[in-house]
């Protein structure tokens, strides 16, 4: 059942990506942002009304408890990582072809596997190992292909903040595995659903914030642009549409008691297929053979990484 779960969510987040790219085209980061995490806690609201007053009842898939301080200190701090994360792979969507960005996402996987090993003191077998090789060189040949589109992985500011995305969702997805496992694992065991919806409040909270920095000119003028020009989209609330979705699938395939948070970190990360294709075929991005390649040796490495795990 996980396994069907992961899947699906890998396929929503794919249209996620297709989104994302859509409405930031001439579009400030923040704004859109902003709006996507304001549609994404609208969406949750009605949920937690309803749970509050009890009209939806406990046993509900959607229920969602009532929290103390406890529990909301841990999800403040797992809406702060994934700002991060989504503030760094916006800018980077934003400015990088989808065939690129989408590939460097692609290789989570392996740094929440990299991040077990030194966190949680796990061993790689040689599946695993095999799989880190495959990435690392898929990671150099996408360097190679970037070139060939002017863009320098050392020198390219878009380039660092993709691979800084990728990195603190990698940290958010080991984050999740510490919030959702059993206590007897050395989890917290807390409610999916109270994390997923108080994390989005939290989430539009912090972004509000940051907005109103923003139009105070605090930041960059170069980087934040805000007072760039705002074209509406109905890519917009597609965009939280389908992540709420998605993470609803996944936080539902984590809390199933025989789901392996690395296979399910995995395969959602085969949403790339999506989101490549999709730059392919309908945005017409360049050097796409040559990406494709890179494609299939990140890809085989997540297949190294799954047969290593079980």
Request: proline residues 4%; hydrophobic residues 55%; positive net charge.
């Amino acid at each position: 059942m996980w396994l069907v779960l992961a899947f699906t969510s890998a396929a929503l987040l794919g249209f996620y990506d297709v989104f994302k790219k859509i409405a930031l085209k001439d579009n400030p980061v923040v704004l859109v942002l902003t709006l996507n995490t304001m549609f994404s806690s609208l969406i949750f609201l009605p949920l937690v009304v309803l749970s509050a007053t009890g009209y939806l009842p406990a046993s509900s898939i959607f229920y969602v408890p009532v929290c103390g301080w406890e529990v909301h200190k841990y999800i403040i701090l797992k809406s702060a990582i994934v700002l991060s994360s989504w503030l760094c792979g916006y800018y980077a969507m934003k400015n990088l072809p989808l065939t690129l960005v989408g590939p460097i996402n692609a290789t989570r996987p392996v740094m929440v596997l990299l991040g077990a090993l030194l966190i949680f003191g796990e061993h790689l077998n040689m599946y695993q190992w095999i799989g880190v090789l495959l990435a690392i060189v898929g990671y150099f040949m996408l360097r190679r292909s970037g070139k060939k589109e002017g863009i320098d992985f050392r020198h390219n500011r878009w380039i660092v903040f993709a691979v800084l995305g990728a990195l603190f969702g990698a940290v958010s997805a080991l984050y999740d595995k510490y919030l959702i496992a059993p206590v007897e694992v050395g989890g917290l065991a807390l409610d999916r659903m109270a994390v997923q919806s108080y994390f989005l409040f939290y989430q539009f909270a912090m972004m509000v914030v940051v907005l109103l920095i923003t139009e105070r000119h605090v930041f960059s003028q170069r980087l934040i642009r805000p007072s760039a020009s705002f074209q509406w989209r109905w890519a917009i609330p597609m965009i939280s549409l389908f992540l709420s979705a998605a993470d609803f699938v996944y936080f539902y395939a984590l809390s199933q008691p025989d789901a392996l948070i690395a296979v399910v970190s995995m395969i959602r990360r085969g949403s790339v297929l999506v989101s490549f294709f999709v730059g392919a075929l309908v945005f017409h991005e360049k050097n796409v053979r040559s990406k494709a390649i890179d494609l299939i040796l990140v890809l085989l490495s997540m297949v190294f990484l799954y047969l290593g795990s079980q």
